[in-house]
Antibody
């Protein structure tokens, strides 16, 4: 059974960079085929928002609304992928989830999510 | 971008049926997926490709999609079904995934 687990600081100061890592177990991030690896977030009281996705080869695509501040990378040797969001503000406070994405389709496996608060 | 309105909340008595709608222009032409999210837990797929049910999901969960509305139906609701439910489609125009705003199901 594929499992994903987010990790990283729960508190980030305004204007700094939010950094999270997702560790994949029970399967290889190199599974290829049509699977991408994704980050999704949910601010308190709001809906889910897709942040971006990455293929095991490193090919990325991002939500246009966040593209200027987001970088997603992959480390196949560690079976991990990571999120960096720079110049954060209070509006970036949210639960952040990692997930596996069947391209142009469904997020079939998710992590439990981690709360990141932006505050001084 | 493509918008998927969902009712913010639905309340239902145990044993009754809950209907959760997901609106969208011509959503019937898209594949709709439904997720259940309970506090502190990873979201789980309960319905995919409109009406397919993953293994391990009770038959009480079913889905339909036609015209401008997709619907998740939970029959014989149980206390354990209390959760937030989200619909999701792939917006071909923008070429990225879009989620509905979520519906909180409360079991009375």
């Amino acid at each position: 059974q594929l499992q994903l687990q987010e990790s990283g600081p729960g508190l980030v100061k305004p204007s700094e960079t939010l950094s999270l890592t997702c560790t994949v177990s029970g399967g290889s991030i190199n599974s290829g085929s049509s699977y991408y690896w994704a980050w999704i977030r949910q601010p308190p009281g709001k809906g889910l928002e897709w942040i971006g996705s990455i293929y095991y080869s490193g090919s990325t695509y991002y939500n246009p609304s966040l593209m200027s501040r987001v970088t997603i990378s992959v480390d196949t040797s560690k079976n991990q992928f990571s999120l960096k969001l720079n110049s954060v503000t209070a509006a970036d406070t949210a639960f952040y989830y990692c997930a596996r994405l069947e391209f142009r389709s469904i997020f079939d496996y998710w992590g439990q999510g981690t709360l990141v608060t932006v505050s001084s | 971008s493509y918008v998927l309105p969902q009712p913010p909340s639905v309340s239902v008595a145990p044993g009754q049926t809950a209907w959760i709608t997901c609106g969208g222009s011509n959503i019937g032409s898209k594949s709709v997926h439904w997720y259940q999210r309970k506090p502190g837990q990873a979201p789980v797929v309960v319905i995919y490709y409109d009406d397919e049910r993953p293994s391990g999901i009770p038959e009480r969960f079913s889905g339909s999609n036609s015209g401008n509305t997709a619907t998740l139906t939970i029959s014989r609701v149980e206390a354990g079904d209390e959760a937030d439910y989200y619909c999701q489609v792939w917006d071909i125009t923008s070429d990225f995934p879009v989620f509905g705003g979520g519906t909180k199901v409360t079991v009375l």
